[in-house]
């Protein structure tokens, strides 16, 4: 199973883009996954970006983007999104979604590894 992420491009410091993840999966299995994103800057390791629980109510962010980006869940689509806003140069990566189909109710992992299925990246690119 392959995510689909996409919404990605060229965008202006300063400037949003808003991510989205969908999940060709039944609706059933995915209200139970956690859905997270990550990013790939080239040159660096994969690191975490944010998360977002079953529940939907834990979101972990990473520090770096914490303020600035938002995740959130529609079940019904089946799709996970991630909002960006003052975007910054060092935003540039190619960023990857991802699920946990066996996450616990009111976790989101913010390690790699609990994470089932990946999505093929989507570039963003922060310039001016």
């Known amino acids: 199973v392959q995510l689909q992420a996409s919404g990605g491009g060229l965008v202006s410091p300063g400037g949003s883009l808003k991510l989205s993840c969908a999940a060709p999966?039944?609706?059933?299995?995915?209200?139970?996954?956690?859905v997270g994103w990550f990013r790939q800057a080239p040159g660096k390791e994969r690191e975490f970006v944010a998360a977002?629980?079953?529940?939907?109510?834990?979101?972990p962010y990473a520090d770096s983007v914490k303020g600035r980006f938002s995740i959130s869940r529609d079940n019904a689509k089946k799709t996970v999104y991630l909002q960006m806003n003052s975007l910054k140069p060092e935003d540039t990566a190619v960023y990857y979604c991802?699920?946990?189909?066996?996450?616990?109710?009111?976790?989101?992992?913010?390690?790699?590894?609990?994470?089932?299925?990946w999505g093929q990246g989507t570039l963003v690119t922060v310039s001016s």
């Open positions: 991802a699920a946990d189909e066996n996450a616990i109710y009111y976790t989101a992992p913010t390690e790699s590894g609990p994470y089932d299925y």
């Open positions: 999966l039944s609706g059933y299995t995915f209200s139970r996954c956690a």
């Open positions: 977002i629980s079953r529940s939907g109510t834990i979101t």
